[in-house]
Nanobody, 128 residues
Framework: QVQLVESGGGLVQPGGSLKLSCAASGFDLVYSAIGWFRQAPGKEREGVSC????????FYADSVKGRFTISRDDAKKTVYLQMNSLKPEDTAVYYCATSFPIAVSVVPQCPPNSYNYWGQGTQVTVSS
């Protein structure tokens, strides 16, 4: 069955870096978009960054532009989120999700309701 497993979260000081990984299994990743989303306590889930099939198109929320980088390795069926210059307001549970079975070649936005299968999430805490 379709499965997504996030890893790489943890506790980091402000200004530090983390790299999240999303390992996919049970479906063909190639034609699907993958998104990273986050949800902080008391807040709605928001789209952080999304990447289209074959990495042709990417989207970043304004709050993370210039600090986060999304990438994908279809051979390894893994999508990454490199997070640099982390801030306390980046603290949240981070989820990856896929548009599968919908093929997506362009991601002008990153709305959670366009993604159909979700991982269990990984906690990122930015604190001194």
């Amino acid at each position: 069955q379709v499965q997504l497993v996030e890893s790489g979260g943890g506790l980091v000081q402000p200004g530090g870096s983390l790299k999240l990984s999303c390992a996919a299994s049970g479906f063909d990743l190639v034609y699907s978009a993958i998104g990273w989303f986050r949800q902080a306590p008391g807040k709605e889930r928001e789209g952080v960054s999304c990447i289209s099939s074959r990495g042709r198109s990417t989207f970043y929320a304004d709050s993370v532009k210039g600090r986060f980088t999304i990438s994908r390795d279809d051979a390894k069926k893994t999508v990454y989120l490199q997070m640099n210059s982390l801030k306390p307001e980046d603290t949240a549970v981070y989820y990856c999700a896929t548009s599968f079975p919908i093929a997506v070649s362009v991601v002008p936005q990153c709305p959670p309701n366009s993604y159909n299968y979700w991982g269990q999430g990984t906690q990122v805490t930015v604190s001194s």
